[in-house]
């Protein structure tokens, strides 16, 4: 019906452009009338762009404004881990008003969204900021990830030196602010647990546990010799699925149930208040209660603004959402320099 008579009679070229545009302009309106009849089953997102750009921390460029904080704040995958390959301080960081300090941020892409929020907490206490990443890097010297199946030392031989620069290059009263996507590296998600490694042994995740816990308390104490404090920030919740997910009208929501978010928040909260028990240069601040609402994960604010970028990082506004608790932490805990 389509091949031989084409074949015989072969069309004018203007019959088979205006054929051409007819089949476009036909499956254009199949797709369309499919959207609305089908969405939600096939169509899962209600809007076409659920998280505007300006709101994706992981794709912002400088990722502070009016700075040079950007990708190359990281070690590029692929190189080894020297002098050269490291990142540069002078130029990933954000200047601070003499005498009020340095903030040292470390962690992997769930330090990085925290950037719009110590932008705004600095812009107040005048702290410069210094910051270091290393997207799905557990900041650990002796526990090695894996990456694309493969394990990634790179990864660690950066945590170890970049952890060592901060007790050589900051002075008394600095903070070093560690983040990371500690679900993903304590197996708290039904996810299956990440593989990784100490030498050449693949470890589990109580183990995981017990060394990482073991290497933050050790590393606390030297920096406590230097008079250099330590935050760790316990992860934020994640949620159950992707925000686009979310759109339909009648959908799913994106919160896991409050009791899940709870199981998950309480395992890595444990964790990090074991790490500070009996060392005073150790805090913990929890962003959960700020992130929900009777125990569910809130992923919008009432105006519709993201909350979240993704399923687990925030957003540029949801990151911003937690300058005023943040900064009442650092008061409440004497970690904003005096004379402000």
Known sequence: LVEQ?????????????????????????????????????FFVAGDADPV??????????PMIPGTQINAACSLRY???????????YDRCSK??????G???????????????????????????????????????PSITVTWENRRYEPCRHYAAGEMERALTRL????????SNFLHRYLSTMDSPATLLYRGERSIGPSEVRDIHLANLRAY??????????????????????????CQIQGGASCAPTPEKTARMQNKVREALHAVAAGLPNVHVFDPTPYLTRNGKVTYRLKNGTPIYADKHHLSVSGSRSLAAPFERFLSQSGLIPTGR
Not at 52 to 61: A, S
Not at 95 to 100: E, F, I, Y
Not at 171 to 178: C, K, S
Request: proline share 7%.
């Open 52 to 61: 505007p750009f300006r709101e994706r921390t992981q794709v912002l460029d």
């Open 78 to 88: 692929g190189l080894d881990y020297n002098a050269s390959t490291r990142p540069d």
């Open 95 to 100: 200047p601070g008003r003499q005498g009020a």
């Open 220 to 245: 606390a104490a030297r920096l406590a010799s230097k008079g250099i404090q330590l935050v760790l920030f316990v992860d934020n919740p994640p949620l159950a699925r992707e925000p686009a997910a």
């Open 171 to 178: 002075n008394r009263g600095d903070i070093v602010i560690i």
């Open 102 to 140: 340095e903030i040292f941020l470390i962690g992997d892409s769930h330090a990085q969204h925290l950037l719009p929020m110590l932008d705004a907490v600095t812009a107040r206490t005048g702290q410069r900021i210094s910051f270091t990443y290393q997207a799905a890097c557990l900041i650990d």
């Open 5 to 41: 008579p084409v074949r015989r009679y072969p069309l004018k070229w203007w019959w088979e452009t205006l054929l051409a545009v007819l089949a476009v302009v036909g499956l254009w309106l199949g797709i369309d009338a499919l959207h609305h009849t089908f969405k939600g089953y």
